[in-house]
């Protein structure tokens, strides 16, 4: 707890990460545009960097967390700035191209480079519940994860520096998949005068339950290999019709049933009718080319 640490960028995230490392003890060194959000940190102990340069020597690592990541470059690529020997954590978020762009900015100049993404709002920084993703060197992250876990459950995802910007958005694609299904439902049930408190924890409980069939299917896409040993895609499309046919007649939005029937009917199209739902990883794994 005694790592001295800095922080550059102080909007709602970046207070959140210095006052997380403030509470748990570390001399935390920060710097921000606007320099009055530093207020209420200098007030609990912070120390205010005149400069970005000045804010990167005072600390054994140093956090970035800017709006994107070309605030970033303007910020680190000042001419007076020297990346040399430091340590940057950059908890910015953007896509796995600019973590690598990025990684390799920071090689050049003899800098250490971690990427993260931050999968929490500002309250949960310092707790548990705030995950934070990390690629790169695993040495980096080894050497200073204790100081890390000041900000909530940090994890180390490989040594890939676009890692971490792929995890978040692969969650993003999952939550908000769980979320449409769910809405989907709710707003057919609502024409049957069911509302929506009655029919969620039915959508939890399936939600639990198709949650659990993912490793399995998992080894099915990592082999090549889907064996219908529950279903088969052909027989899924005709539910899908159904759930078309039922969504259009008590008038609700058939629009996303249609999309997913479109990519089942593509790859039955393909050959693979006769093949378990997880063939379809060959539709999202392609761009659509018609
Ligand atoms: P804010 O808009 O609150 O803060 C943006 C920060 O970037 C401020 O420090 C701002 O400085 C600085 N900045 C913007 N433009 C410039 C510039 N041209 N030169 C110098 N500094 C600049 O955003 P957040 O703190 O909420 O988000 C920061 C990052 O964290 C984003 O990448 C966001 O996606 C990510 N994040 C945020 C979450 C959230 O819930 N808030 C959740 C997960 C990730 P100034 O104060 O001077 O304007």
């Not at 070309?70 to 020997?85: N, R, T």
């Not at 050049?108 to 480079?113: P, S």
């Not at 459950?153 to 890939?160: H, I, M, P, Q, R």
């Not at 999952?174 to 989907?184: E, T």
């Amino acid at each position: 707890t005694d790592t001295p640490v800095t922080v550059i960028g102080l909007g709602l995230m970046g207070r959140a990460l210095a006052g997380a490392f403030l509470k748990a003890g570390h001399p935390t060194t920060v710097w921000n545009r606007t320099t009055s959000k530093a207020d209420q940190l200098v007030a609990e102990g912070a120390r205010l960097a005149p400069t970005v340069g000045d804010a990167l020597k005072a600390g054994s690592l140093t956090i970035i967390c800017v709006t994107d990541y070309q605030v970033m470059h303007e910020l680190l690529g000042a001419s007076d700035i020297e990346p040399a020997g430091t340590m940057l954590i950059n908890l910015t978020s953007g896509d796995s191209a600019q973590a690598r762009e990025a990684a390799r900015w920071a090689e050049q100049r003899g800098a250490h480079y971690l990427d993260g993404a931050i999968m929490a709002i500002p309250s949960a920084i310092g707790t548990a519940e705030a995950v934070i993703l990390h690629s790169g060197p695993q040495s980096d992250f080894e050497a200073h994860r204790s100081t890390l876990d000041a900000l909530g459950t940090v994890t180390y995802l490989g040594a890939d520096h676009g890692l971490a910007s792929l995890y978040d958005v692969a969650g993003l694609a999952m939550m908000w998949s769980v979320l449409n299904a769910w809405l989907q439902g709710t707003a057919m049930l609502r024409t049957a005068g069911v509302d929506a408190a009655t029919y969620a924890p039915f959508a939890q409980q399936i939600a639990a339950t198709v949650a659990e069939w993912l490793p399995g299917y998992a080894e099915q896409i990592d082999s090549g290999s889907f064996p219908a040993e529950v279903s088969a895609l052909e027989t899924d499309v005709r539910a899908m019709a159904h759930l078309i046919e039922e969504s259009e007649a008590v008038g609700v939005n058939a629009e996303l049933p249609k999309l997913i029937k479109a990519m089942a009917d593509r790859s039955i199209a393909a050959g693979h009718g006769g093949e378990q739902y997880p063939v379809l990883i060959e539709e999202f794994g392609r761009p659509r080319n018609d």
